[in-house]
């Protein structure tokens, strides 16, 4: 089992839609992080979270750490949003990521 | 400013060959990653610089891997007899102790 899961792997949405993206994990750690991947671009990190929730424009991340278990939000979907979204963990005094196997969302006009 | 630069972007090599690859992290962050992303897989961690403590190597598949990082700052990937599996992409990644990681655009390495 991956120490790092995500559901679902694949995501296809209409413009507009609010989606949902979860990650769960099974080590201790220090922080969650939410990446974002574009096809043939260069890795983006969106959120870095210990607790709580952030919001950036119309993300969301939220985590909570009882249930090892974080989500991540996108509110009024666009076509632009259409990524690889990574969920990634670092565990307990180390900065180094353990990755989850990415969500590719596509979001249709 | 300057974000985490890699070179070169693309690398092609024949099978048995060494191979350099570089990273020029943003000046200041004191940790540098390697990572690596084979076709249709997932991320994987390769080696983890922090100032100037031992670099974490546990994520090096093989002996074939080794990374120097120099005066605290540009970081070379040497992968030494290079095979078919090498073939992916390797990202270098920098950031300030305990924060989000900024990543370079990678090197698309491919070994025929």
């Known amino acids: 089992k991956n120490e790092v899961e995500q559901s679902p792997q694949n995501l296809t949405a209409q413009e507009g839609e609010f989606i949902t993206i979860n990650c769960s994990y099974s080590?201790?750690?220090?922080?969650l992080h939410w990446l974002q991947q574009h096809p043939g671009g260069g890795i983006v990190s969106l959120f870095m979270?210990?607790?709580g929730k952030k919001k950036h424009g119309r993300l969301i991340a939220t985590i909570n750490i009882q249930e090892k278990h974080s989500s991540l939000h996108i509110t009024a979907s666009h076509p632009r949003d259409s990524a690889v979204y990574i969920c990634?963990?670092?565990?307990?005094?180390?900065?180094?990521?353990?990755f989850g196997t990415g969500t590719r969302l596509q979001v249709f006009p | 400013g300057a974000g985490v630069s890699q070179s070169p972007s693309n690398k092609v090599t024949e099978k048995g060959k060494d191979v350099e690859l570089r990273c020029d992290p943003i000046?200041?962050?004191?940790?540098l990653y390697w990572y690596r992303q084979s076709l249709g897989q997932g991320l994987e961690f390769l080696i983890y610089?922090?100032?100037?403590?031992?670099?974490?190597k546990s994520g090096l598949p093989s002996d074939r891997f080794s990374a120097e990082r120099t005066g605290g700052s540009v970081s070379t990937l040497t992968i030494q007899r290079t095979q078919q599996e090498d073939s992916a992409v390797y990202l270098c990644?920098?950031?300030?102790?305990?924060?989000?990681?900024?990543f370079g655009p990678g090197t698309r390495l491919t070994v025929l």
């Open positions: 990634a963990v670092s565990s307990r005094n180390t900065d180094k990521l353990i």
């Open positions: 080590v201790g750690i220090s922080a």
């Open positions: 000046s200041g962050h004191t940790a």
């Open positions: 990644a920098s950031s300030l102790r305990w924060d989000e990681q900024f």
């Open positions: 610089f922090q100032g100037n403590s031992a670099p974490d």
């Open positions: 979270l210990s607790s």
